[in-house]
């Protein structure tokens, strides 16, 4: 998606810097494609992911978008994270997680505390494409650029083995932002 500039006249040749160094190769293997769905995630000139709906041949059956304003099978939702500071404590910072129409949705590539503020999609595709022990290896690698070193500060997290999921969840949701980097150390209660 590109928008002209606002003094763009009919015929008038128009020089865009695109900020994309992606072939379309590269594209393509960024795109997550949904076909049984009709819904495909796209990679767009700004960097930024799209939702799409194919229209056309969906099921074994030629769909037309003007039969209906509400259709379920087109209908489709995506996670959206939102974060919002508390009134009470500035540290500590409440999150949501809402469902938001595909079509609605978008997700920028560029993530400025990783990568100098460059876009993710390349690096991506790249390991996208690779085996297990390759991608396990380049998130650890992820990790470990933005990991607190143990001296400057750990997080300790007690936990019931019997009640495994709801403790940690519970230390996790309790832990400030600043404080997710640093290295967690789990240990069981009542056990040595």
């Known amino acids: 998606m590109v928008t002209c500039p606002a003094n763009a006249r009919p015929g008038q040749k128009i020089r865009f810097q ?25 990679l767009s000139t700004d960097l930024t992911f799209h939702w799409i709906r194919s229209e056309g041949e969906v099921d074994g059956q030629l769909k037309d978008s003007r039969d209906l304003t509400w259709a379920f099978e087109r209908i489709a939702f995506v996670r959206e994270l939102r974060s919002s500071a508390t009134v009470s404590s500035k540290s500590k910072v409440d999150h949501s997680l809402q469902l ?16 100098n503020g460059t876009s993710l999609a390349q690096e991506l595709s790249r390991y996208a494409a690779m085996p297990f022990q390759h991608k396990e290896a380049w998130f650890r690698q992820q990790i470990a650029k933005i990991q607190v070193p143990w001296e400057d500060g750990h997080i300790k997290i007690n936990v019931r083995r019997e009640n495994l999921l709801q403790d940690s969840m519970e230390a996790t949701e309790s832990i400030t932002q600043g404080d997710m980097r640093k290295i967690f150390r789990f240990e069981f209660i009542s056990e040595p």
Do not use: M
């Open 100 to 115: 938001v129409p595909a079509k609605e949705a978008s997700l920028s590539t560029v993530v400025p505390a990783i990568n």
């Open 18 to 42: 695109l900020p994309i160094k992606l072939s379309s190769d590269e594209i393509q293997s960024i795109k997550l494609n949904y076909q049984k769905d009709g819904w495909v995630r796209c």
